[in-house]
């Protein structure tokens, strides 16, 4: 299902986003199996993502879309930060909200870094599961 013919060219599906520049370079954007829906919002989670990581003491963020009631899926994310504090925590949520504004996570979950698998890659399906637990289906 992955391949298709169009004027007698096999191509290839990856399920990356991407978009072509005038000058004909491809620039991938993200997966589209990372776009989140919520609250019939169509919410991408690389963008969020790399918000998040624009901010002053973050090294690192995973978003996703979590299990809600209200939402169908609710943004969440975990973010590595490098100040852990209560106070730091709080001022950079309310960074997140001001930012992002909808697209603000509802529920964040910060450490001092993200869940890597052996192979050096995020482990995705251990923070997904992570922060499904924290947002409680909320």
């Not at 299902?1 to 399920?15: I, L």
């Not at 002053?56 to 809600?68: R, W």
Request: aromatic share 8%; net charge negative; hydrophobic share 45%.
């Amino acid at each position: 299902a992955a391949f298709f013919e169009e004027d007698g060219t096999r191509w290839y599906r990856t399920n990356d986003l991407g978009e072509l520049g005038d000058d004909g370079t491809l620039t991938v954007l993200g997966r589209a199996d990372d776009v989140i829906i919520t609250g019939g919002v169509k919410a991408s989670a690389a963008f969020i993502q790399a918000e998040l990581e624009k901010f002053d003491g973050v090294t690192a963020a995973f978003v996703a879309g979590v299990p809600s009631r209200e939402w169908g899926q609710a943004v969440a994310a975990y973010v590595a930060v490098e100040d852990s504090s209560p106070e730091a925590v709080a001022a950079y949520k309310a960074r997140c909200q001001e930012s992002l504004g909808t697209l603000a996570p509802k529920t964040v979950l910060t450490t001092d870094g993200l869940i890597m698998l052996p192979n050096g890659k995020p482990d995705r399906l251990a923070m997904i599961e992570l922060l499904a637990e924290v947002h409680q289906g909320e």
